[in-house]
C-alpha cells in the first residue's frame, strides 16, 4: 500500500454502526449491506494497489453478480487518489481504458469518493470529459443520503454550491440511497419521498428504479407493490430500471432480478430495455446548455412513457 492509501484507508472504513439500523433482518437486508461492504472492499483493495494490470484482476475475481459493485469500489478509491495527486488523472484513464464496460458503476463510485472526503463533484466531473460523468453527482448523493441521512434526507438539505443540474443528479443518487435505507420497503419508500417538494419526487423516483433494478434483493411481490404505490412518477421509475438493465447488459450480466423488474415495471425484458437505452445515444450531442446526459435521459423516458402506460393500464384491468 502507497503511504497515500495509508492515510486514506481510514477515511473509508465502514462499521456496522455506519450502516442504517434496517427493522427487519431478512435476506432483502443482507443483500443490501453486501452490496455495501463490497464496495467499501473494493475501494480498500484500490488503496493497496492501484495500477490497473493488478487491480483489474482483483476486481474480475469477484463473481459476475457482484463485479460491478467491486467496480463501484475501485471508482472511489480512484476518485479519492485522483483529489490529491491531480496530475495523474487516473480515473479517466480508468474509465477510458480497462473499466469502461463498468463506466456507470465506475463513476457512482468516483461521486461516493468525492463526498467522503468532502471534495466538491462539479470541478472533478468537468476533468473527466465524458457525456456520462454527471452519473458522478448520482453516487454523491448517494452516499450522502445513506451516511448523512438526518441532513440531507431528514432535514432535505441540498450542498448549497451545487448548480440546478447537479441538484437533479444529486436527488437520483439520494433516490438510490432512500431504497437502500428503507431495507426496500415499499411503505417506508413511499412515505419518505412523499415528504419531500413534489418537483424533487421525480428524480427521487428515478434512484428507486435504478437501486430495484440493479442491486436485487427483493421478491416479485415487492416489485409489484412498488409498481401500485408509484403513482405518477411511473416513467421515471421505469427509467431507472431500464438504465440499470443497460449496465448489466452492457457486460453481458443479466441477472433474473433485472429482468423482473423490466418485466413489471417496463413490460420489456432485460434486453429489450438495454436496446433502447443503447439507441437513444444515437446521435447523442455534447453538452451544451442542456448536458447531454439529461438529453439521453429524456429520449429514453420518452419511449418510455407510452410503454409504462399501456403496462399500468393492463395491471389495472
Not at 167 to 196: E, H, P, Y
Not at 282 to 307: C, F, H
Request: glycine letters at 8%; a positive charge; aromatic letters at 10%.
Amino acid at each position: 500500500m502507497t503511504f497515500l492509501g495509508k492515510i486514506l484507508k481510514p477515511l473509508f472504513e465502514v462499521s456496522p454502526k455506519d450502516v442504517p439500523t434496517f427493522t427487519e433482518d431478512n435476506r432483502t437486508t443482507q443483500r443490501l449491506k453486501k452490496v455495501v461492504f463490497t464496495v467499501t472492499e473494493c475501494c480498500h483493495i484500490t488503496f493497496v494497489n492501484s495500477r490497473f494490470e493488478v487491480l483489474v484482476p482483483r476486481l474480475d475475481a469477484y463473481e459476475d453478480e457482484l463485479r460491478g459493485f467491486a467496480y463501484e469500489g475501485a471508482g472511489t478509491g480512484l476518485a479519492a487518489l485522483d483529489c490529491f495527486l491531480p496530475w495523474k488523472n487516473r480515473t479517466r484513464a480508468f474509465i477510458n481504458g480497462p473499466g469502461s464496460h463498468y463506466l456507470y458503476a465506475v463513476l457512482l463510485g468516483a461521486g461516493m469518493g468525492l463526498a467522503r472526503i468532502k471534495r466538491r463533484p462539479e470541478p472533478f466531473i468537468a476533468r473527466l470529459d465524458n457525456a456520462f460523468s454527471w452519473v458522478v453527482m448520482d453516487g454523491y448523493g448517494f452516499h450522502e443520503g445513506f451516511f448523512a441521512w438526518r441532513r440531507t434526507v431528514g432535514e432535505q438539505v441540498v450542498p448549497a454550491y451545487l448548480s440546478s443540474y447537479a441538484r437533479r443528479v444529486f436527488d437520483q443518487g439520494l433516490g438510490r440511497s432512500i431504497w437502500f435505507s428503507a431495507g426496500a420497503n415499499v411503505d417506508r419508500v413511499v412515505a419518505t419521498i412523499a415528504s419531500f417538494p413534489p418537483e424533487r419526487q421525480v428524480d427521487l423516483w428515478g434512484g428507486v428504479g435504478l437501486a430495484c433494478g440493479y442491486t436485487g434483493g427483493v421478491e416479485r411481490a415487492t416489485v409489484e407493490t412498488l409498481r401500485s404505490a408509484v403513482g405518477t412518477h411511473r416513467s421515471q421509475l421505469a427509467l431507472g430500471v431500464v438504465i440499470a438493465a443497460r449496465a448489466r447488459q452492457h457486460v453481458s450480466n443479466p441477472v433474473p432480478h433485472n429482468e423482473m423488474a423490466c418485466e413489471v415495471l417496463c413490460g420489456l425484458s432485460s434486453e429489450e430495455a438495454a436496446r433502447l437505452t443503447n439507441a437513444a445515444l444515437q446521435n447523442l450531442p455534447t453538452d451544451g446548455v442542456e448536458p447531454a446526459y439529461e438529453i439521453w435521459r429524456q429520449r429514453i423516458k420518452a419511449q418510455l412513457a407510452l410503454r409504462t402506460e399501456s403496462v399500468y393500464q393492463h395491471k389495472e384491468v
